[in-house]
Structure formats: C-alpha cells, structure tokens
C-alpha cells in the first residue's frame, strides 16, 4: 500500500510507485510538481503545485511539454538529459536546474523516472529550493 499523498517526498525512493496508486485529486495535492508526460512527451498529468511554481495557468493536457509548456526546458541540459536516458532504456535521473519561472531564475530538483506503462513516457518530479 503507497504511503498517504500527504507524507509522499520527493526524496523517496519509491516515490514512482507511490505516486502511480495515486488519484488525480491527490496528485494534485502533493506538495511538489508533478508532470506526467507520455512517448511523444505530451502532457498526461499537470499537477497544482507545478501550475503555482511554473505560473502556468492555461490547459496542458496533450500540450506538448518542451515546445508549448516549458520552452524554458528545450535544451540539452534538461531535455537532453530526458531524451539520452529514455534511448538508453534507463530513466531514473535526478539533477539540480536553474528554472527560469516567473518569480526570476531559481534552484529546482528534478526526478525524472521511467513508467512502467505501455506508452513509454515519464514522470517528472519537480522541487524548487530555498
């Protein structure tokens, strides 16, 4: 059984599968970003707390996330890193990122993880440092 959405961590180790047993509601209440994203990259899930953090406010959903959402991420540091470890079969990634957000330039964390779907695609788990 997933542990309750309320103590989920960016930082658990078996936060992929946790989050997967999740409705969209708690999703949506998780207290990091949260953005699902399928084979071709569109997006599937956009949860709150990466609306608040991002500023973005307009429908995602089968939006594609690096040309339409976050532009801001099309480069080789943060795309590149996605598209090198998803052609390799292994996307368990986790890096430091300097996001360019409204609020100004800002330390994030990002998990990235492979889903164990059919669709191939990806969860991306985001934190903004303080």
Partial sequence: MA???TRLTIDMPDLLAAVEELSPE???GLPFGVV??????KVVIFNDMERRQSGYRKEVVNRSFFSEIAPCFNNPDFRGRIASAMAAGQLDIRFDYVADLPS???DVDI???IVATD???CWVFREIQD
């Fill in 3 to 5: 542990p309750s959405a």
């Fill in 26 to 28: 708690q999703i949506d």
């Fill in 36 to 41: 699902r994203l399928d084979h071709e990259l």
């Fill in 104 to 106: 100004g330039d800002r």
């Fill in 111 to 113: 998990h990235v993880r």
């Fill in 119 to 121: 669709d191939g695609g």
